[in-house]
């Protein structure tokens, strides 16, 4: 989930942002804000940095065993077939 500090800080620069006006609602303006972003962020399923480096790491080492599967797979069916010819 992305960080709550994060949510915080994107709500103030929108808040900031806003016309004088609108900008004088105050707090409850800002805490309005906060909710829809905590909202549509939520809903979004994001992953924080940490948790996407984690698994790009679980990805990489699951890469590395694949490719070593797939030659120790290739040199089993290698030596399989050699010895299944026929002798002349």
């Given at each position: 989930?992305?960080?709550?500090?994060?949510?915080?800080?994107?709500?103030?620069?929108?808040?900031?942002?806003?016309?004088?006006?609108?900008?004088?609602?105050?707090?409850?303006?800002?805490?309005?804000?906060?909710?829809?972003?905590?909202?549509?962020?939520?809903?979004?399923?994001?992953?924080?940095?940490?948790e996407f480096?984690?698994?790009?790491?679980?990805?990489?080492?699951?890469?590395?065993?694949?490719?070593?599967?797939?030659?120790?797979?290739?040199?089993?069916?290698?030596?399989?077939?050699?010895?299944?010819?026929?002798?002349?």
């Open positions: 989930m992305i960080d709550p500090k994060k949510i915080e800080q994107i709500a103030r620069q929108v808040h900031e942002s806003m016309p004088k006006g609108i900008r004088e609602f105050g707090e409850d303006a800002e805490k309005k804000i906060r909710q829809v972003l905590q909202a549509q962020f939520s809903r979004m399923d994001l992953v924080n940095r940490e480096d984690v698994q790009t790491q679980v990805l990489l080492r699951t890469r590395e065993k694949l490719v070593a599967l797939e030659q120790r797979l290739t040199e089993l069916e290698a030596k399989l077939a050699t010895e299944q010819k026929p002798e002349a």
